[in-house]
């Protein structure tokens, strides 16, 4: 992907925008790591590590947030054009994340319960991800991203590799690490059969049922790039586990709820009686 | 860029970097008096409070901890305590060691990431820490393994040191086996070795002849260092629960912040780990205590550029207390305490890294939410931060506008504000107008 003939070490910039930190402190949570990558790649750009900020234009970019103000929109419009390869990390760049919640509500409703001014408040009705707005060449799932998925994916671009990540369900990951089924086992109302591996299947792991952090799986039952089935597994959470359909509904609205396969199953729950 | 007309003089540097969140600071001089100092946090707004409505409580836990990637913990542990409150559930034992010791984890992580990371560039004159490890390999790559040993603490109770996934109300979905602690503990006999070179390595940096008089917030505890328990103390005398906080602590909103602005009777306070260490000075460990005699450092301390003495002597605490905590576990029979959900309204106050959380639910009898309050310290902060910067101000008009700029950002990264909490890139401005 960059000329190996190159002598300058490639240029990365990691930007912010709507979001938790969380994703970027992943990258810092990479500690020995983190100073190879500092003799890798020329950390241009990412104010969160270090006062030292150029300009563009950039070899790789590291998106972490959604966009959720009118600026912030016009912000990743000029960072897509400095930019050769851009990468979003975590679900609020990939999928709009936790705060895309309000895309079903009255934003100034929700304005008027967070602020007593609101009047001074500017932001969208909607938190939607990067992808909306320009093109992304590579998503990185998860809340939080996945270190050891990001230090590949770096590794890959670097030694001119197309990167490439496992899209399969929780389930195959669970089922490698010995994991009891909590589903099965447990009756919890689990998205591991339909939720994206990467994490390691901690949430089985630590004997709870998956949220689904990394977003929708690909490739289950249905083939490579088409989406889980959630219709099953809606219907099981419904009739054997006994969720009620606003329990099921919020199942699929969470983190990643934004994003088409479980948005979709959570607005048909929405309107069940 | 500086700019001039006939009446006004504007300083701006775009950003402070080194700081978690999205803002910016304006400040206006005339002549040699300071106008106004404003912190502006620009983070977008997310709205918590407002779609935590109409989940269910054992949701909770998961969506707050999103509020911050550094101390989710902190949001996770305000929410299940004023949750339990609701419920009339207390935590005790096993269980309560291990909340206590999954926040330790959290204190050493975030305490390592801003004294290493973040602010000791500002005394060694580096842009980063990466920059620094060129001189100081052995310095970063000790602060790198120090806040990995608190990563290892939350990655064994949580299952991950970013948004773990373990805490929920009552308790924890799994408790971890004696034997699991015990793998850890050569890591963190080394890491409190490391934590001692650590208080004394930022002891002996030159600071800024700078004292203030604060009125210091923080938990107050019977019987330990407050972490998710204790009243609210201040060093003005009052001592409140956590049940009277927004009788006392009133939020309000200014034009030019997506943050609002909490104030004690109308006047800024410090929160925070200065505040804690200042006013819990007495529950530090010995080994603490002789650190701090042995460079000759006095509590209290009233220099804001203290405060990476004081984080610094809190991951020293929090490593001790996380061998103690781990000498005398044993795992529970029960990994959650069992729930009868009613309805009602709790209120918690634990001490995240940045200091006091506020957490108010309204719970109806089905267990979902109906209303939520949060008051995260770096909204606490913000106006002591504004006061100090105006106090600190006059002394930087003599000095070029890049470098009056450059020292603001310096006091700024000494509160370590949360600015995703609250609310991160920090756009710095100066506008000086002449008197003439």
């Known amino acids: ?273 | 860029m500086p700019e001039e007309t006939a009446q006004t003089r504007t300083i701006a540097v775009d950003m402070v970097a080194r700081v978690e969140g999205e803002g910016a600071l304006r400040v206006t001089v005339k002549g040699e008096t300071v106008q106004e100092v404003e912190l502006r946090i620009f983070e977008p707004p997310r709205f918590f409070e407002a779609f935590l409505r109409g989940r269910h409580y054992e949701e909770v836990p998961d969506i707050v901890a999103r509020i911050c990637g550094i101390c989710p913990v902190a949001y996770q542990m305000s929410a299940v305590h004023a949750l339990e409150q609701i419920f009339g559930l207390r935590v005790e034992g096993a269980i309560r060691d291990l909340r206590r010791l999954l926040y330790c984890g959290e204190w050493i992580e975030s305490h390592a990431l801003h004294v290493y990371m973040l602010q000791a560039p500002d005394f060694l004159g580096y842009d980063s820490a990466i920059s620094m490890a060129k001189d100081h390999a052995a310095v970063v790559t000790r602060g790198l393994r120090l806040k990995k040993a608190g990563n290892a603490i939350m990655t064994l109770l949580g299952g991950r040191s970013v948004h773990p996934v373990s805490v929920k109300v009552g308790g924890f979905s799994r408790v971890p086996l004696r034997g699991e602690l015990e793998g850890l503990k050569e890591e963190l006999l080394w890491a409190r070795d490391a934590a001692v070179e650590t208080v004394r390595w930022v002891a002996d940096f030159e600071y800024p002849d700078f004292a203030l008089n604060y009125n210091y917030v923080a938990l107050r505890h019977p019987d330990e260092y407050p972490v998710n328990e204790g009243w609210v103390a201040a060093s003005s005398g009052l001592q409140i629960s956590a049940s009277e906080f927004e009788r006392h602590f009133i939020e309000h909103q200014v034009a030019y912040s997506n943050a609002l602005h909490c104030t004690l009777q109308g006047s800024p306070y410090l929160v925070g780990p200065l505040a804690r260490l200042n006013v819990n000075q007495e529950d530090l460990t010995p080994l603490a205590k002789q650190v701090l005699t042995d460079r000759r450092i006095e509590l209290p301390l009233r220099n804001p550029f203290h405060g990476i003495i004081a984080r610094s002597v809190e991951i020293l605490y929090a490593l001790e207390e996380s061998l103690r905590l781990m000498e005398r576990y044993e795992a529970p029979p029960l990994s959650a305490v069992p729930i009868t959900v009613r309805s009602g309204t709790g209120m918690a106050c634990t001490e995240a890294p940045r200091g006091i959380l506020y957490h108010r639910y309204v719970v109806d009898g089905d267990g979902v939410i109906r209303e939520a309050k949060i008051i995260p310290p770096t909204s606490q902060n913000q106006s002591r931060i504004e006061q100090d910067l105006r106090l600190f101000m006059p002394r930087l008009l003599r000095l070029s506008d890049k470098e009056a700029a450059l020292a603001c950002e310096r006091v700024i990264r000494c509160y370590d504000p949360c600015i995703s909490c609250a609310t991160h890139f920090l756009n710095l401005e100066i506008r000086r107008e002449s008197i003439a």
């Open chain 1, 1 to 273: 992907m960059f000329n190996p003939d190159e002598r300058q070490r490639p240029r990365l910039a990691v930007v912010k925008f709507a979001s938790c930190d969380g994703c970027q402190l992943s990258i810092l949570n990479l500690e020995e790591d983190l100073l190879a990558l500092g003799r890798t790649l020329d950390i241009a750009y990412f104010p969160e590590a270090s006062s030292d900020m150029r300009p563009g234009p950039y070899d790789i970019a590291l998106v972490e947030g959604s966009i959720t103000t009118a600026e912030d929109a016009h912000r990743i419009l000029a960072l897509r054009q400095q930019t050769k390869v851009l990468i979003t990390i975590g679900a609020c760049a990939t999928a709009g994340g936790i705060q895309a919640l309000r895309n079903w509500a009255d934003v100034e409703s929700f304005k008027r319960a967070v602020y007593p001014s609101p009047e001074y408040i500017q932001s969208l009705s909607t938190s939607t991800p990067i992808s909306e707005h320009v093109h992304v060449d590579f998503e990185l799932w998860g809340c939080p991203i996945d270190k050891g998925q990001l230090l590949r994916v770096i590794t890959d671009l670097v030694v001119g590799v197309q990167p490439r990540l496992p899209a399969d369900s929780v389930c195959l990951e669970c089922k490698r690490r010995g994991n009891v089924c909590v589903l099965v086992a447990k009756g919890l109302p689990c998205l591991g059969p339909v939720t994206r591996t990467g994490c390691g299947a901690i949430c089985p792991g630590m004997g709870r049922d998956c949220y689904g952090c990394f977003g929708p799986s690909e490739g289950a039952r249905k083939g490579p790039g088409l989406p889980p089935n959630t219709t099953s597994l809606a219907g099981h959470f419904h009739s054997d586990l006994q969720l009620i359909p606003i329990e099921v509904m919020r199942r699929f609205r969470g983190i990643n709820g934004a994003v088409s396969p479980f948005r979709a199953e959570s607005d048909i729950w929405e309107k069940k009686p």
